[in-house]
């Protein structure tokens, strides 16, 4: 996301391994020699171990990058606290084999023709089992067999078990003696020395166009590796969102100060409640980089910025404590508030006079759901810093919780000034449509503005844009030209009646133009200004909130935002999805499935809670690492976000935020893919493919996942450019009425 603003063409401290930002210190450098002897003899184990976080994996797949793939194929089991049948399973997924075998039998069948097949071909197969300390005796006991290859016909297994100091522990304990004895290579990885940790900042930097922007004062790297302790995954951490923060706070310098308050930000994130670490002053001498050797010593504990692992899969299921309620906001004596909540007739709510006069004619901008309404906060921010523009109303349609949730996103407009709330509830489609339009009708014959905003096609958007055309009224219509791509569906002719009835159509990207131009309207009428989503995720990652930690202010338990593999996000409430309890199950399959290796984050509409508890299912997501919460405010909920493994949504909206943060995203279910986000975001479609979800979970811990890049426009300025064309639209349309006047 900050990446413009620096000047560099990606991300440089992403927390995956990835090869082509491999760091050749003194330790990895005599580690990867070690890995390379080991890898080149077809039989033996070979054991990395290390500090979590200090590269063993980067260290690992740096290896298998230089090895011919056509000869050596790769596979990777993360979920590592089995037992050898569901370590078969694993095996089985992880070199892509059909895994619709059950008996540890039939799977190993598999798995030996499949290693026969390779050898057959003259290929060998390796695989990698990342965090093997965790697994089960019997688990151990059948890779050694695995490996010996008593199987006529096929060669044997080169296996990489990969984990923390305690894996070290365990080969050299008597209890795994058959494999400590099959142990062809041995290596461990500790932190980086104080003088490689700035060598590796500015070298992870330099692989992503970096000229000295942002700079490094004095005594910055020093500060990292005091706070760090030279652990590359918290390095990472740290100087990513030092970033971010520099980014939000538009500087481009990173000082000692700087890095300090980041770093105790990022301790109170994680419940981190120990001693900060000695000033550099008082700092010991930092020891010499470790070397790779076949039993080294216990790397020190390090007491900083750290990161608790927790089991993978917790012996009970994880409760959540619900945050207290906010209190009710005050009441507000305003000059503009009206709600007219009941329906009209003749006891008409009577509207507080407005000025007369052209310049004071306000716009109505008409919003429905969550998204429009922290649309409406961030086009709202940018026509309040245009004084040539008139006042702008925020009109509610509907009955819901959406303004309160997202108030914080309002902050610094006379918002609540300025608020019409219809309150549309209940009914048929087609009545509250006939109501809404009737109150709204209403609110424009009051006001009678100068134009009528609208947003993405919705229902709101086609109801309040037919009354203000009819009435003569222009409608301003942000979010025009988006397709799901169906003919038949319902949302799409809503959008597409919506975009005919607009005057001037806003899009987000080329597509929506072309889409636009094939239906006949007219190119003046389109202005292609980009995603105003990306300005309200600006706005949402610079708000503090009441309560910083998120674990704090989720109520969440200690160890889940802290788990090696991070955590993922999961935003899922369309109605095709809950509202059939066989979709619903298939899904939740996946969502297990994917928390063995990843624990999940799931903020949940009222409806989608209603919908478990009515087909029985809320017990099994219950019993799983994944924590429900009450849906949040916007801010909270992009925050969350940001620093998740990936996410995992059915919803537009969430693949078009997850794009603009770089964060992978799996669209599950029944529900239509954004097709940007898909052909050059971070989306992935995986439909309700648990195989495909869990592949895609694996590269995103392993490889990053999908990030794909930003969409043309998707900078954070969309608001101001409509705000800019706005002033100059009404402009024109008040010197053409002078005119005429005249």
């Known amino acids: 996301m900050y990446e413009t603003h620096f000047g560099i063409s990606g991300p440089p401290f992403q927390l995956s391994p990835d090869p082509s930002f491999y760091f050749d210190s003194q330790g990895h450098h005599e580690a990867l020699a070690t890995l390379r002897r080991g890898l080149a003899d077809p039989t033996g184990f070979v054991v990395v171990s290390g500090e979590i976080g200090a590269g063993k994996t980067t260290l690992v ?37 059909p895994a619709n075998a059950d008996s540890p039998g039939a799977l190993n069948e598999i798995l030996q023709n499949f290693l026969a097949t390779l050898t057959q071909d003259g290929r060998r197969a390796v695989l990698i089992v990342d965090e093997a300390q965790n697994l089960h005796r019997s688990a151990f006991d059948w890779l050694v067999q695995m490996e010996k290859g008593k199987v006529a016909g096929r060669a044997p297994l080169k296996i990489c078990l990969v984990g923390q100091p305690e894996l070290r522990d365990l080969v050299a304990s008597g209890d ?12 461990h990885l500790g932190p980086l020395g104080l003088n490689e940790t700035g060598a590796y900042i500015r070298h992870r930097l330099s692989k992503v166009g970096w ?21 590359p995954r918290r390095i990472n951490l740290l100087c990513n969102r030092l970033m971010l923060s520099r980014f939000l706070s538009s500087q481009v310098k990173i000082d000692v100060e700087a890095v300090a308050a980041t770093a105790q930000d990022l301790r ?31 790397a020190p504990a390090l007491p900083v910025l750290r ?107 006379d918002v609540a000034g300025r608020l019409v709330s219809l309150g549309i509830a209940g009914g048929t489609y087609a009545g509250r449509a006939a109501e809404l339009m009737k109150r709204f009708e209403f609110v424009v014959d009051h006001c009678q503005p100068a134009a009528v905003i609208v947003f993405d096609g919705s229902d709101a958007a086609l109801s309040c844009g037919l009354v203000a055309s009819r009435k003569g009224l222009p409608v ?29 159509l806003y899009t987000a990207e080329p597509q929506a133009n072309q889409q636009l131009a094939q239906e006949g309207v007219a190119s003046e009428r389109i202005q292609f200004v980009g ?67 990843v624990p999940l984050v799931w903020p949940m509409h009222t409806r989608t809670r209603e919908q478990l508890s009515r087909f029985k299912l809320d017990a ?48 599950i279910g029944l529900g239509q893919e954004r097709a940007t986000t898909v052909a050059v975001g971070s989306n992935l479609v995986v439909g309700r493919n648990k195989a495909l979800a869990t592949r895609a979970v694996w590269d995103c811990i392993f490889n990053g996942g999908k990030r794909g890049r930003l969409p043309e426009l998707w900078d954070g300025h969309a608001a101001t450019r409509i705000a800019e064309h706005m002033s100059g639209f009404l402009q024109a349309r008040r010197s053409a009425r002078s005119s005429v006047t005249a």
């Open 61 to 97: 797949r740096t290896l298998l990058a230089e090895l011919d793939s056509s000869r050596l194929v790769v596979g990777q089991v993360l979920t590592t606290q089995l037992d050898d049948t569901e370590l078969m399973r694993s095996l089985v997924l992880s070199f892509g084999l």
């Open 176 to 187: 795994l003696l058959a494999l400590r004895e099959r142990v062809s290579a041995q290596c």
């Open 211 to 231: 000229s000295g922007v942002p700079s490094f004062e004095p005594g910055a790297f020093e500060e990292i590796h005091r706070w760090t302790g030279g652990i």
């Open 268 to 298: 109170a994130e994680i419940g981190d409640t120990s001693a900060p670490p000695p000033p550099a002053a008082a700092a010991p001498p930092a020891a010499a980089s470790p070397v790779a050797t076949p039993a080294p010593s216990p």
């Open 307 to 413: 990161e608790a692992v927790a089991p993978a899969r917790p012996s009970a299921p994880i409760k959540v404590k619900a945050p207290a309620p906010a209190p009710a906001p005050a009441a507000v004596d305003v000059d503009l508030e009206v709600d007219i909540g009941e329906p009209l007739g003749a006891a008409q709510p009577a509207l507080p006079p407005l000025r007369s006069g052209e310049e004071s004619r306000p716009l109505l901008c008409v919003v429905g759901g969550q998204g429009e309404h922290v649309k409406a906060a961030a086009l709202m921010h940018a026509l309040a810093g245009r004084p040539e523009l008139p006042v702008t109303l925020l009109v509610r349609c509907y009955a819901n919780s959406a303004f309160e949730r997202h108030r914080d996103m309002f902050a610094g407009l």
């Open 476 to 504: 301003l219509h942000v979010g025009a030209g988006l397709r799901s791509g169906s003919n038949a569906d319902a949302a799409d002719i809503t959008r597409r009646l919506a975009d005919q009835l607009s005057d001037v």
């Open 531 to 597: 995603n105003p989503l990306a300005d309200a995720l600006q706005i949402a990652l610079r708000t503090k909130l009441p309560v910083a930690n998120p674990r704090e202010r989720l109520g969440l338990p200690a160890n889940l935002l802290s788990d090696r593999n991070g955590y993922g996000v999961v935003i899922l409430d369309a109605m095709p999805n809950v509202g059939d309890r066989q979709v619903l199950s298939e899904l939740i399959a996946i969502m297990r499935a994917v928390a063995h290796d």
């Open 620 to 667: 099994i997501v219950a019993s799983e690492r994944i924590a429900t919460l009450p849906s949040q405010s916007y801010p909270s909920l992009v925050q969350l976000m940001s620093n998740a493994t990936c996410v995992i949504t059915d919803s537009w909206n969430v693949q078009e935020e997850a794009t603009v943060l770089s964060i992978p995203c799996l669209t």
